[in-house]
């Protein structure tokens, strides 16, 4: 168990719809990262906030957009939702904004399929 | 732009025997490497990493090598085990975490 909790585990929805995933970080994390894999790719990394401000941007689209909560929780949100975006959404956090100290700790991902 | 890349999608070894994954990058700016194992249904999960200024790191049975002329990192695996069997993420650190795209590692018993 890496700490870092992710909701839903799977979700289904039509396209041109809105989801929201959740993450909770590690307890005394500050950074958390979202990351995109979708199939036979790698983690494709969209967004990082640290203690709730956004800290570096990656292949995040515009119709996704990120938060992280006073309490460290982040969401992700994916609205117009199309085929292209069914894929494993993880989080994952670390102590430190660049992470460069450690390793990012990943929750077991959120299974987003649109139909 | 993929800046880390690993380009055998799959490996398959014996039980027993060493297994070598391979992972290449471009920016010469990265200064931190790690390796990550996932098994299906399961995040990623730290297994190794390597400072820029070292090129090598040794865990148990793995062993992290950074050739860094090269711009060349590998895992070594000795010795395999059943239990090693799942996909391995390359990654490196520059100003944020670049992941390769896995390589599926099989230990056959």
């Known amino acids: 168990d890496s700490g870092v909790t992710q909701t839903p585990k799977h979700l289904i929805t039509a396209t041109g719809q809105r989801v929201t995933l959740r993450c909770s970080p590690r307890s005394g994390d500050l950074s958390v990262y979202w990351y995109q894999q979708s199939l036979d790719q790698g983690l494709q990394f969209l967004i990082q906030?640290?203690?709730?401000?956004?800290?570096a941007k990656g292949n995040i689209l515009e119709r996704f957009s990120a938060q992280q909560f006073p309490d460290l929780h982040s969401e992700l949100n994916l609205s117009s939702l199309e085929l292209g975006d069914s894929a494993l959404y993880f989080c994952?956090?670390?102590?430190?904004?660049?992470?460069?100290?450690?390793?990012?700790?990943f929750g077991e991902g959120s299974r987003l399929t649109v139909l | 732009d993929q800046q880390v890349k690993q380009n055998s999608p799959s490996l398959s070894v014996q039980e027993g025997r060493i297994s070598i994954l391979n992972c290449d990058y471009t920016n010469s700016m990265f200064d931190y490497f790690l390796w990550y194992k996932k098994y299906p249904a399961e995040g990623p999960t730290f297994l190794i990493s390597?400072?820029?200024?070292?090129d090598k790191n040794e865990d148990g049975r793995f062993t992290v090598f950074l050739n860094k002329s090269a711009k060349h990192l590998s895992l070594h695996i000795v010795p395999s085990q059943p239990g090693d069997s799942a996909v391995y993420f390359c990654a490196a650190f520059g100003n944020q975490f670049y992941f390769g795209t896995g390589t599926s590692l099989t230990v056959i018993p």
């Open positions: 390597i400072s820029s200024i070292k």
């Open positions: 994952a956090s670390s102590v430190d904004p660049g992470g460069a100290a450690g390793e990012l700790f």
């Open positions: 906030y640290y203690n709730g401000e956004e800290r």
